[in-house]
């Protein structure tokens, strides 16, 4: 069984190619180019590399976001025609909780976080276990400093991660004092093959598909759509 996971919800563009017990290889770029196009040529360099053919993949995983909403359609988008062309199930994930993966041996609290400008981020709160991590606060979109004092009341030591964590350190610091620590530079950077193994863990599990048409995780509107919606009242 084999996945072929996708992630582009963020400046990271990740391929990777995993089966159970095994990542069978990666690739992870951290460089401002635009998705659209290295992300074709990533996945071809990458199954030729492995010797794999398409039609020997099992499955497609894809990050659904939040993150860029530019990013997010083009991996989204490339994902649903992979999976359609070759007649393939199709399995999403949020990029918070792939993140968050990275800090899966951490004995505390995990918080992984994107900026989504204007201080606010994109952000959850998580807890390792048996097969990952699990949500203790749902995904939300919020204020750094609203964030910080729902960490504070927790009064865990809590790991962040995410290249935009450099942003907001000091305040981090300033607030939580010696319950905050802080991400690695490779912890920071979302995994595809950490991507792949959730997503092989929901098959093993029996979890169905997702079908062609199901919901990007944005955690707000565009600012496009919200210029419409108040045009509409």
Known sequence: MKIL???TSTLVLGVAVVEEGKVLGEVTN????????RL???????????????????AISVTSGPGSYTG??????????LAWT?????????SLSVLAMNGKRFPGLIVPLLDARRNRVYTGVYRS???????????QVLEITDLLEQCKRLNEPILFLGDDVSKFRSIMEETLNENAYFGSPPENLPRASELGEMSLQRILRGEEPLGQQFALNYLQ?????????????
Do not use: C
């Open 129 to 139: 276990n048996a097969s990952g991590v699990s949500e203790v606060l749902g995904q």
């Open 5 to 7: 996971a996708i992630d």
């Open 30 to 37: 951290n460089l401002y180019k635009t998705h659209s196009e």
């Open 221 to 233: 509107v565009t600012e496009a759509e919200a210029n419409w919606l108040k045009k509409q009242k």
């Open 72 to 81: 997010i359609r083009i991996g989204v988008t490339t994902a649903k025609t």
């Open 86 to 94: 070759h007649d393939l199930p199709l399995y999403a994930e949020s």
């Open 40 to 58: 074709m040529p990533t996945v071809a360099g990458l199954l030729k590399d492995l010797s794999i053919e398409l039609q020997e993949i099992t």
